[in-house]
């Protein structure tokens, strides 16, 4: 936050408005309109529009089965995040510098690249199949299903965890730890007591954005043509299939409002880096 | 802890070099055994390669535009006192948090019509920037509130500079490599923007991750992941340069 003392007198308000004015005007008019307009619109059809995805048993089961995706997803991202963080942290290797890089490198991708990638490890011609096959059984597919979704969920979700995890366990106190080990903790105990309460800013934060790019993921689900629907595999469907604008849109300001929700708790409890901007 | 470690980074590698063995084998169903070959590259530069300059050329505009909204808006929303500002950095921060797809659908309904906007390449660019901008003003903002830039300009101030002699003379001096990394950092997220840009396209101004998607679905497997090798090639270079930017702002200016 800016001191009041110094910063005040720094440069008159006319000029701070004028600075900020071609932003302000970009985004009143390609955000702020058009996201009023679409939240009005499905007025239009009903007020009951508004909550088509808690009364409309497919919308539902969509929003639970993306719900249900993302928690799992969470989870596991969390603890394999976590244990890794604390095995790159206190490890000095040749070539550690480049695989932390490689590993964080799938934050760059589109979500399509990451389906492209299951298709290439469980899908028909995958590598999965052919060991299957291999081995004399039928040849095992799993990309199209849910466990095809749920780790291309996670491999776009891991990186970010792996940078979290690794720079907070590294700002972890060792004096804790070996204090605690000198009295006699051992494993689960010391994991326990010592890294989970140190680690739970970063667990928090690293929670919320996870679970919310999940649940607003699009790109994979996009890809792999998943058996298993997602919300925004819906919305997709309803605008591009249906015309169904005015349900597409009462669909996605429910998601919005989920995903929005998840990153205000994040912030309030855990801090305002929380979000990830 | 170090099976995880190992299971995990096989993982995450292993689809990398099998998209990239993929991309310049002769077959992909007999592997490597029939052989290398660059058809599949040249292939995929023959029918999307104009996805990939359209790609680079919104990803550049899209720096330019971030550039000239958010400094200003960074050190506007940086030097303010007023709950206005807090409010409207909220607010730029919403298109980040809200799925792509909904910000998408709102652009479609508000200047769906206009036509000439509609189907130029301005329609995706305009995307890019409103997911974009939150980043270039978080992350040169914070460099602007660094006390001892507040110090030196106010002294400045003081010994009688104009507000452009402070501009660029001290301030975008000071932050630059803020600015350099929030320039990477808005390029990469350009260049891979899909959930937004699937929604604007029209098929005359697709973009590098729409044209995955396309080759992905309808092409067979070679040219997806040639295609793949060379988003890579895009892609690559500015991660590593992000990631040093990164380093020698840390090692400046902490953390």
Redesign the interface.
Known sequence: ????S??????PRF??????A???A??AA??????V??IA?PAKEGWKTYFATFTDVLYLQSLLQTVGLSLLVTAATLV?GA??G???ARSRFTGRGL?L???T??L??????I???????GGR?G?VADMSAALGMERITFAYGFWGLFLGYL?FS??RA?ASYTAAAEAMDAHLEEAARSLGARGWAVARDVWWPQLMPTTMACSAIVF?TA?????TA??LSSKFEVL?IS??NE?TNYAN?AL??SL??S??LI??LV?WLARRFAGPNA?G? | MWAVTLTVTAFMLAPMLLSILAGVVVNYSQGISSGFTTRWLLEVWTGYGNTVLMSLFIACACVVLALVLGVPCAYALARSRSAWARHFEELLTLPVAIPGLASALALLLAYGSVTYFRQSFAFILVGHVIFTLPFMVRMVGSAFRRQELVALEEAARSLGASFCQRFVGILVPAVLPAIVAACLMVFTLSVGEFNLTWMLHTPLTRTLPVGLADSYASMRLEIGSAYTIIFLIVILPVMWALQAIGHVIEKHYGK
């Open positions: 936050m800016t001191r009041h110094i910063s005040g007198s720094v440069s000029l701070l408005i004028a600075c900020s071609p932003a302000v970009f985004f390609f955000w702020l309109l058009p996201a307009m679409l619109l394999i244990i890794m604390i095995a790159m695989l890089s490689l590993l490198l799938p760059s991708f589109p979500g399509v690249i389906g492209f990638f299951i298709i290439l490890v011609q590598v491999y891991l990186p792996i919310a649940i607003g993921a699009f790109g996009f890809t925004p919305i997709y605008f604008f597409a849109a996605s300001i998601l919005g995903t929005w990153l979000s901007v």
